[in-house]
T-cell receptor
Framework: NAGVTQTPKFRILKIGQSMTLQCTQD?????MYWYRQDPGMGLKLIYYSVGAGITDKGEVPNGYNVSRSTTEDFPLRLELAAPSQTSVYFC???????????????FGQGTRLTVV | AQSVTQLGSHVSVSEGALVLLRCNYS??????LFWYVQYPNQGLQLLLKYTTGATLVKGINGFEAEFKKSETSFHLTKPSAHMSDAAEYFCAGMKTSYDKVIFGPGTSLSVIP
């Protein structure tokens, strides 16, 4: 299994540009998450999803949008990039199913985004 | 709301010394708890996890953690630090098996030769 795959690994955007960070998982996990990690800081939750068609805001959702049309994919959209969105973005997934104990969150390798 | 706190944003230890990274949680019920490690320029990987059962949990690379309900703690320890242990460590938890994962702010571990 590939686990959680994020693309691209690196990207430089100009202010005002838009882009989509892709995340896909092949573990049939129902929970998926997007975090950002700023230098020397911990993880901040941007958005999460408990299943296809269901998304919810995390701590820092402003400037981002998500969708969850399938179990596997959870793309993160930046509509008008700003320098404050320069960060490393991590996608993660975990399994929460009735009658089963939760598993830990599995992480992608991250996308390093710079907005100039 | 549930929270996870980590005491000390930066910890330095000498090579061969004991590693102790602190984690406390707030929850009305015994939670599921995790420790993750992040090496420079890499993603997070699971070190160990506590769900139910034995309160002393052993993980990879010689790390272990003990769940202490009375202290609401889940501290991470390793008897002897190695240079390769230098990394960022995150404690995480969830209140129930139907909850999302909440991360602590992280502790950066430096190992001094």
């Amino acid at each position: 299994n590939a686990g959680v795959t994020q693309t691209p690994k690196f990207r430089i955007l100009k202010i005002g540009q838009s882009m989509t960070l892709q995340c896909t998982q092949d573990m049939n996990h129902n929970y998926m998450y997007w975090y950002r990690q700023d230098p020397g800081m911990g993880l901040k939750l941007i958005y999460y999803s408990v299943g296809a068609g269901i998304t919810d805001k995390g701590e820092v959702p402003n400037g981002y949008n998500v969708s969850r049309s399938t179990t596997e994919d959870f793309p993160l959209r930046l509509e008008l990039a700003a320098p404050s969105q320069t960060s490393v973005y991590f996608c993660a997934s975990s399994s929460l199913r009735t009658g089963q104990r939760n598993t830990e969150a599995f992480f992608g390798q991250g996308t390093r985004l710079t907005v100039v | 709301a549930q929270s996870v706190t980590q005491l000390g944003s930066h910890v330095s230890v000498s090579e061969g010394a004991l590693v102790l990274l602190r984690c406390n949680y707030s929850s009305s019920v015994p939670p599921y708890l995790f420790w993750y490690v992040q090496y420079p320029n890499q993603g997070l990987q699971l070190l160990l996890k506590y769900t139910t059962g034995a309160t002393l949990v052993k993980g990879i690379n010689g790390f272990e953690a003990e769940f202490k309900k009375s202290e609401t703690s889940f501290h991470l320890t390793k008897p002897s630090a190695h240079m390769s242990d230098a990394a960022e460590y995150f404690c995480a938890g969830m209140k129930t098996s139907y909850d999302k994962v909440i991360f602590g702010p992280g502790t950066s571990l430096s190992v001094i030769p």
